[in-house]
T-cell receptor, first 117, second 112 residues
């Protein structure tokens, strides 16, 4: 079965410090990968998605970047954190091939809670 | 522009009641409509999903009703239990790799 991991689970960082959040998926190959941010009362905002190694699409221009160095690894980064970067960051994956429902069903990781002070 | 509008923002129902959460969408290209359940501090988990070629789908105590002409869909929870207390998100997709568009969520409390 497939499993998605995120770390760290929680993180407290000062303003202006760098950020690196990691997401890995086990038990599947060639997944589409996604980064979302969830702020209180605002639902889930798609930040980046990737359909393959080195392929990144950005949905919202901001202080963050993403990279996909390996097929099942997705990294969210920032060079200098802002207070507004605080939130709950979720990684998700979907099947890239197969029946349509399988391709569209997103499975979420446990999330990383980031607090920027 | 919010493409999926979800209501109510919060809902309190007595145990055994039937909470109903509504969503409306604007983009007629959407053709996949899932609902996710999220407990505090956890990632969302897929609950049930529907395509617009059917008007209703039931899985256990959870039912999606879909009205294509009105561009609306709703989640009903039968015989609700305190363990159903969570935040529920509707979402929509038009296929492809660019992911889901989510509603803002409904915080549901089932009182014992």
């Amino acid at each position: 079965s497939q499993t998605i991991h995120q770390w760290p689970a929680t993180l407290v960082q000062p303003v202006g410090s760098p950020l690196s959040l990691e997401c890995t998926v086990e038990g599947t190959s060639n997944p589409n990968l996604y980064w979302y941010r969830q702020a209180a009362g605002r639902g889930l905002q798609l930040l980046f998605y990737s359909v393959g190694i080195g392929q990144i699409s950005s949905e919202v221009p901001q202080n963050l970047s993403a990279s996909r160095p390996q097929d099942r690894q997705f990294i969210l980064s920032s060079k200098k954190l802002l207070l507004s970067d605080s939130g709950f960051y979720l990684c998700a994956w979907t099947h890239r091939y197969g029946r349509a429902f399988a391709q569209e069903t997103q499975y979420f990781g446990p999330g990383t809670r980031l607090l920027v002070l | 522009q919010q493409q999926v509008k979800q209501s109510p923002q919060s809902l309190i129902v007595q145990k055994g009641g039937i909470p109903i959460i509504n969503c409306a969408y604007e983009n007629t290209a959407f053709d996949y409509f899932p609902w996710y359940q999220q407990f505090p501090g956890k990632g969302p988990a897929l609950l049930i999903a529907i395509r617009p070629d059917v008007s209703e789908k039931k899985e256990g105590r959870f039912t999606i009703s879909f009205n294509k002409s009105a561009k609306q869909f709703s989640l009903h929870i039968m015989d609700s239990q305190p363990g159903d207390s969570a935040t529920y998100f509707c979402a929509a997709s038009k296929g492809g790799a660019d992911g889901l568009t989510f509603g803002k969520g409904t915080h549901l409390i089932i009182q014992p």
